[in-house]
């Protein structure tokens, strides 16, 4: 299926019943339309789904809190603890067998799925990983609720889909709006949710599927936002912008920030595929009682570290008895309990975790500002918010999700600036260090793990199509080239060349140019590798993918 120069790649796609219609349906209006409500009814069916999940999240830490606080650590309280926290793993590792794809954050597994690679069993997921979160919180484990409400939303968007029987592509459309939705309503944070949706996982940018996504992450954020209230996850006293005389100490900030990001997804991956890795294969899903066994001893000597982390917030919030020394206890102790847990596959997520580990970094830099530099007093709480963007860009590796992340996490543009700032150094940084971003590294472990798709020898499958847009980059493989001088990857038809607004019905000969926005169509089988391939050849310069894809190619 490789374009051939004399013949009319739309006449030629169009040649079969089943790629007619697909692309008929791509350029529908009334279609684009129809993703709107389809995206609000996702949204609206993941905001209830995410609702429930963090008021019986909160209930259940209340409930563990509660119970830590009701009196000394007598025998029986302690053998109800520890029996309990035995119980709850016991549970938790015959869900995760009973339902594998609830293991982990659950982020990976929705990439998956949007690239075809993994079709999950959308009701039982979304039960286990439901229960499976509530019996994590209730036992203390030092996990977020982001991960799991990604996956949540995700498989709810994949309910609507089945329930309207929709086809493979809109279906992956449908996924990514459900992870916006999970997204925004676990922080309160639509367009941190449609950029998380769009940067990490769908990883493509069309306006038909940047407003489904929007719509979803709205809705979402309106519903739990009216059952939970509409106040910032973060309550910082942000005064106005740092001056610029002291931005020296914010991209000092960033290194440190990218060089802690990226030593975070080292030490996290290490422990993960090092000493875990070893005990899994002899003990199996009992590993997990490393970490519940653990989260015993941590809530009877610095409960503090329970959980995602609300209770550092609220100390931090109030600012009161702090000291540097207190507080990078509590930087160590949360990751190394986070390490932990999310070491031994636990199922939750490390988002959350890894925000409150951004407050403490930002809260020790604010602390060395303060103290050793004339910075004011009163920009102290900035320093906070910047430790969450450092992070956030250092380790996820998406600086621009990070300073809409912050600024929807305290309500205020004042940091906006010194959060790009930031951002940018703590995202080059990591990157200098080359160390890979947290998520791709456990996309990349989780697809070695998946059988390869059916078709991958390259034979022609006939079948259901999809439809993917590239944006051909600056310097990348296919810029200045004729269509039929490209290497394009077999089973796929290019289709269209929309540039500057003018839709192009390519021939063989027609130049493909920098920021033409090309469509694709593929055998849905071959979805995942026809997607790499296609990014390696439209990639700009700055993308080394586009090296391997060269490579390839050839």
């Known amino acids: 299926m490789a374009t051939n120069p004399d013949v009319d790649p739309v006449q030629k796609v169009g040649s079969t019943h089943t790629e007619k219609h697909s692309i008929e349906r791509y350029f529908s209006r009334r279609l684009q339309v129809a993703m709107v409500g389809e995206g609000v009814l996702v949204g609206l069916v993941g905001g209830v789904v995410i609702t429930l999940y963090r008021m019986a999240l909160s209930k259940s830490e209340s409930l563990l809190r509660g119970f830590l606080a009701a009196g000394d650590p007598t025998f029986l309280r302690l053998a109800l603890l520890f029996g309990g926290l035995i119980a709850a793993s016991v549970v938790v590792a015959r869900l995760m067998q009973f339902e594998p794809d609830t293991r982990g954050s659950g982020i990976p597994q929705v990439d998956a799925e949007v690239m075809g690679r993994l079709d999950m069993r ?33 498989m709810a968007g994949k309910g609507v889909s089945r329930t309207l029987n929709k086809e493979q592509g809109e279906e992956h459309v449908l996924v990514t709006c459900g992870a916006a939705a999970g997204m925004s309503a676990a922080f309160h944070a639509p367009l941190t949710g449609v950029l998380f949706a ?3 996982i769908h990883r493509e940018f069309n306006a038909p599927l940047v407003i489904a996504v929007m719509a979803s992450a709205a809705m979402a954020d309106f519903v739990t936002s009216h059952v939970l209230g509409v106040s910032p996850v973060l309550h910082f006293e942000v005064v106005g912008d740092l001056p610029h005389a002291d931005y020296a100490f914010v991209l000092l900030m960033g290194i440190i920030c990218g060089v802690l990001g990226a030593l975070h997804n080292v030490g996290m991956h290490a422990l993960q595929a090092g000493p875990f890795a070893w005990m899994r294969q002899r003990w199996g899903d009992a590993v997990l009682l490393v970490a519940f066994i653990g989260s015993g001893i941590v809530a009877l000597t610095a409960p503090e570290l329970l ?16 000291s540097f020394a207190l507080v990078l206890s509590l930087l160590v102790g949360k990751y190394v309990f986070t ?4 070491g031994t596959g636990a199922p939750g997520g490390t988002l959350l975790p890894l925000v409150i580990m951004g407050s403490l970094i930002g ?7 303060v103290g050793v530099t004339d910075v004011p007093l009163r920009y102290f709480d ?39 700032a930031v951002s940018l150094v703590a995202y080059v940084t990591a990157n200098l260090l080359k160390v890979e971003p947290f998520y791709e590294t456990l996309l990349s472990a989780l697809l070695a793990k998946l059988p390869e798709p059916e078709g991958h020898q390259g034979t022609e499958v006939v079948g259901s199509k999809v439809l993917h847009t590239h944006v051909v980059g600056v310097g990348s493989l296919v810029e200045g080239k004729s269509v039929s001088e490209v290497p394009w990857p077999h089973n796929t038809l290019l289709v269209t060349i929309d540039r500057a607004g003018q839709r192009i019905v390519p021939s063989g000969n027609t130049k493909i140019q920098a920021l033409d926005q090309v469509l694709f169509i593929m055998d849905a089988d071959l979805e995942s590798d026809t997607q790499l391939l296609l990014h390696g050849l439209c990639g ?11 490579q390839g190619t050839e």
């Open 382 to 420: 900035n320093f906070i918010v910047l430790g969450v963007a450092g992070m956030f860009a250092g380790s996820v590796r998406a600086p621009v999700t990070a300073v809409v992340l912050c600024f929807e996490l305290t309500g205020t543009m004042d940091t906006l600036l010194a959060a790009t």
């Open 339 to 342: 390490a932990i847990c999310f």
């Open 122 to 154: 959308w009701p039982r997921v979304l039960i286990v990983k439901f229960v499976e979160g509530v019996l994590c919180t209730l036992s203390g484990l030092s996990l977020g609720r982001e991960g799991p409400s990604v996956l949540l939303g995700a």
């Open 307 to 322: 959980c995602g982390g609300d209770a550092i917030l609220q100390h931090l919030e109030q600012g009161t008895g702090l």
């Open 540 to 550: 700009g310069m700055t993308d080394d993918s586009t090296i391997g894809s060269k």
């Open 363 to 369: 809260t020790l830099c604010g602390f060395a500002a």
């Open 198 to 200: 769009l940067e990490e």
